[in-house]
């Protein structure tokens, strides 16, 4: 497992990272009780769908039914009208878990405790959770939730660039399933706005590397989901552009590629991880990101980016030693 290039936050703080797993086939309550087995806490029923487990000794964990619809609202007084929505809503999640994920979101934990993390993935298999591979409409992701190591607007475009950059490569080395490419949850950022952005002129200040992205990219439905970021750093800016009560403003990254493959004897979230370390490597080496950005620029002009994909692997893969 490889760690990041920049192990302190901006606050001087080790970084910290947290995970989202999705899989089927495993209810919320054996789910956490699998949590609670591992990591010992309380478990708390939170609706039909949805349970935590709280005072784990890594922290909080939820477990959910990944579809807001399923789950009741949290009113001081309900009368007969919203207890029978409340009622309904649980019914919609009973037929919403045969195609939709459920999700365990795990606390942010130091880098080194991801190995922690990872020995859930076995608990859950032996309790029969199955992942992407699991259902022909099943298209479940591990989604990684890296704090910023610096919101110095030069490290952010850097990591962006770098990310852009290594797109096609980490598509390629993470074999991402079909079902989960057509879908729109890790769509692939356009190739105009990608063209913009590594541009070494380009040298925006943060309100304008906010406003740019949100108007390219005005979706969260990103392989790179960058609103909890910007909702964190720019949230009056953020708020004015997008109506999005989804998301949550954190000082994290949230990468949305890679597959959750659960029920795959010995599969792990490590190696998906370090593949986001070598973007964060990539980041720093401001020479390599250029000469990348000069390849990319060729290929779309000879509209051939499977020989971008091959030069790159040149570039790119010596940062995974």
């Known amino acids: 497992m490889l760690s990041p290039p920049r192990p302190l936050n901006a606050q001087g703080l080790p970084r910290r990272v947290g995970v989202e797993l999705e899989f089927g086939e495993l209810d919320p309550l054996p789910a956490a009780q699998l949590i609670a087995d591992r990591f010992g806490g309380q478990q708390v029923e939170l609706g039909a769908h949805r349970f935590a487990v ?17 789950h009741a609202e949290q009113r001081a007084n309900a009368d007969m009208l919203d207890e029978l929505i409340d009622e309904m809503r649980v019914a919609w999640g009973h037929v919403g878990k045969l195609w939709m994920p459920h999700e365990i979101a795990a606390p942010p934990v130091a880098f080194d405790a991801l190995p922690e993390i ?38 952010l475009l850097s990591v962006l660039r770098a990310y852009l950059l290594a797109a096609p490569w980490l598509r390629e080395q993470g074999d991402i399933d079909t079902v989960r490419r057509l879908s729109p949850f890790i769509d692939p ?133």
Do not use: C, M
């Open 189 to 321: 950022f356009p190739d105009d706005y990608i063209a913009y952005v590594i541009d070494a002129t380009y040298t925006p200040g943060l309100e304008r590397f906010v406003a740019d992205y949100l108007t390219w990219n005005p979706t969260r439905n990103r392989e790179l989901d960058l609103f909890p970021l910007f909702a964190h750093v720019a949230p009056a800016l953020f708020a004015s552009r997008i109506d999005d009560k989804q998301t949550k403003p954190r000082p994290t990254w949230h990468w949305r590629l890679p597959n959750s493959r659960v029920g795959v004897p010995g599969w792990s979230i490590l190696p998906d991880w370090s593949r986001w370390v070598v973007v964060e490597r990539l980041a720093e080496d401001a020479a390599r990101i250029e000469a990348l950005a000069q390849l990319w620029r060729k290929a779309r002009a000879r509209d051939d980016f499977d020989s971008y994909l091959q030069a790159s692997r040149a570039w790119i893969e010596p940062l995974g030693h």
């Open 118 to 155: 990872d020995a859930l993935i076995a608990d859950l298999r032996n309790a029969g959770a199955v992942g992407t591979e699991g259902g022909l409409l099943y298209a479940f992701g591990l989604h990684f939730n890296p704090e910023v190591a610096s919101f110095e607007i030069a490290h």
């Open 54 to 70: 709280r005072d784990s000794r890594l922290g909080n964990f939820t477990i959910e039914l990944d579809i807001s619809s399923a």
